[in-house]
């Protein structure tokens, strides 16, 4: 049902006072100058900064009372009201807090009126959350971002103003999606300065506004990828199911009976391509990529937080079909279990948003969240549902571990054949491909600094150098191939290579403080 359906049926259903959250007031405005249009009922909006407006059924306005900026005064005034009337409060978040218990009690008497005179009240706000004095009398509606029917009026109104040829493509417009109306106009209207025209062409210009603009969101980031699957090395497995599910955002795939596909949690081993397979099928798909960074949806300001998750979503939902990465989605997990004692529920509340929103979105949002504990994973997360499957990440075999030094190699302008690739893929065991592409980084290093050219020696050295995470972490890993043998899907068709045994020689000395004795111990004494 669409936005103004709701607030219809809320009034005809006796609602005396609703809440909207939207930062976008025109829109607002006008829902609700067509709810009293529909209501045949008068219409008057009020700011702090410019006391009451009368509104005519053709939304514009014209003073009414400019001395009336008192909050409290004008909600009197409404509740003893004789004639009926719709009300829009705009900005009204700062009166929504429990030290302006007066205003909320108002608001209280005011939902509680009877249904002659009709009077209705509509709180307008930025973000949703109300007290909870208000929470059971007060229905919210969550504005969503507009489609493309509202961006192509934006983008006529912009030429109309601005004196430009304009021209409503489908890609100018998809460019636009997931702003809001006010972004919108911005954007077509720097396109419009610099190219004296708002057509096809503008569509760079736009959705470079557009990465700027959700950028400042600080909690997305609209992430230009060239990444491809080919850059990635091994995980054949992964691949060919990702080959299938991309098949399933094409013509005919909702006739045929299939969902959107919803997405795929990537467990493993750090720097074994989770991060780049994310932006690889992005690109092979040609979804836009939104990078989602879990740490920064938390704010100190109350409600903040919970404001912050449902945006981020909408802007995903408004950009569909896309990619939504999130990256280590274990530390903006962690704390869920205690949320009660350390932060009043916040991460609770946001978690449980991002989890239901995940089990029932019907958009083709994409989901690739990438995780390198299990430890820290919710079972809510990895019930079926949440994601399509859960994949295990290992270290490469040497096969593999070859493909991958002949891509670094290339992309470094090297002919990978040129190179005993078999050797050093032998003498890598271990290896993530994050070591082995900086064994061919440290490789060139070396090779630079001797006036020689690239060598299989080189990166030899450069790899008998390095101290591999998987010795450090022998015990995890072990721990995580383990876990995955039930409750994952391996990435790779092959099985996973044993890991080096360390001899004792070879293992990392210990620090002085530790193998001295400490001298707070005390004796004991037979």
Known sequence: MSTFGQMLHLARAGASVLHIASYEWERVRGLVTGLANELKLPMKVWSQSSGLYACNEAGEVSVDDAGATDPLEVLRQIHGAEDSGVWLLEDFQPFLREEHHPLLRWLREIARLPPSPRRVVVLSTPLAGLPVDLRKEVPTIELELPGVDDLRVVLRDVGAALGKRTSADEALLDAARGLTVMEARLAFGKAAAQLDRLDYGAVPLVAQEKERIIKQSEVLEYYPTDARLTDVGGLDQLKAWLDRRGRAFGAGARDFGLDAPKGVLLLGVQGCGKSL?????????????????????????????????????????????????????????????????????????????????????????????TANRIDMLPPELLRKGRFDEIFFVDLPTCAVRADILAIHLTKKRRDPKEFALADLAARSVGFSGAELEEAVREGLYDAFAEGRELHTDHVARALDNTFPLSRTMRDQINGLRQWAKVRARLAAGDPPEPLAEEAPEAAAPKLRQEASRNPFIPEVRS
């Open 277 to 369: 397979l994310a932006k690889a099928v992005a690109a092979t798909w040609q979804f836009p990529l939104l990078r989602f960074d879990m740490g920064k949806v938390f704010g100190g300001i109350v409600g903040q937080s919970e404001g912050n998750i449902r945006t981020a979503l909408q802007v995903a939902q408004a950009l569909a079909p896309c990619v939504l990465w999130i990256d280590e989605i274990e530390k903006g997990l962690a704390g869920m279990g205690s949320s009660d004692q350390t932060d009043g529920g916040t991460t609770a509340r946001v978690v449980g948003t991002l989890l239901t929103w995940m089990q029932e979105k019907k958009d083709p949002v994409f989901v690739v969240a």
